[in-house]
């Protein structure tokens, strides 16, 4: 089956310590995003990249880090700069420029220790 | 820089009744789309319509439907017949239609709805 898978469905990390969440699409789609889901707020866009080997900050990139090396592969850094990660994060996919709609993966709460 | 707002934090709606959620948006640009997003408890994001601000007709699905005011800024989502499977946070969300846009979205802060038995 096509679609976007996350994994871990839960994370904790420690303090000082970097994780990262990872998110892979079978949908041959070329853009990969990242939000950030926290209570009342909505979701707020951290990168996305509209093609391999490149990418682009988002709202708030601050304290995160990002990779794609892959078609397939958008995994997300939390660094140990990033003083407040407990959130859920969703990644998503879709056709690069005019039209299409964005896929959502099932997503990752994220919490400290 | 684009905004949207859902002033309606959450919202309660009898089963088989009809309700409407509230969503506006701010921008210069003329062409766009509208979506409007569900959120069940599972937390999966599911697509639940999607508007092309270039059309006059109002985009229809099922029990799904919308009031899209240009002028206004205003794209509200109205539920017919309203079942239990619909409980669910409501996200209203916006992107550009620029050739050079990166397919963004921006999404509002969502409106969470309960369906009465």
């Known amino acids: 089956d096509g679609g976007i898978t996350q994994s871990p469905k839960y994370l904790f990390r420690k303090e000082g310590q970097n994780v990262t969440l990872s998110c892979e699409q079978n949908l041959n789609h070329d853009a990969m995003y990242w939000y950030r889901q926290d209570p009342g707020q909505g979701l707020r866009l951290i990168y996305y990249?509209?093609?391999?080997?490149?990418?682009q900050k988002g709202d708030i990139a601050e304290g995160y880090s990002v990779s794609r090396e892959k078609k397939e592969s958008f995994p997300l850094t939390v660094t140990s700069a990033q003083k407040n990660p407990t959130a859920f994060y969703l990644c998503?996919?879709?056709?690069?420029?005019?039209?299409?709609?964005?896929?959502f993966g099932s997503g990752t709460q994220l919490s400290v220790l | 820089a684009q905004t949207v707002t859902q002033s309606q934090p959450e919202m309660s709606v009898q089963e088989a009744e009809t309700v409407t959620l509230s969503c506006t948006y701010d921008?210069?640009?003329?062409?766009?789309?509208l979506f409007w997003y569900k959120q069940p408890p599972s937390r999966q994001m599911i697509l639940v319509i999607r508007q092309e601000a270039y059309k006059q007709q109002n985009a229809t699905e099922n029990r799904f439907s919308v009031n899209f005011q240009k002028a206004a800024k205003s794209f509200s989502l109205k539920i017919s017949d309203s079942q239990l499977g619909d409980a669910a946070m409501y996200f209203c969300?916006?992107?550009?239609?620029?050739?050079?846009?990166?397919?963004?979205?921006?999404f509002g802060t969502g409106t969470l709805l309960a369906v009465q038995p």
């Open positions: 990249s509209q093609i391999v080997n490149d990418f």
């Open positions: 969300a916006y992107r550009s239609r620029d050739g050079g846009a990166t397919n963004k979205l921006i």
């Open positions: 921008t210069s640009e003329s062409d766009y789309y």
């Open positions: 998503a996919s879709g056709y690069r420029g005019l039209g299409g709609k964005l896929f």
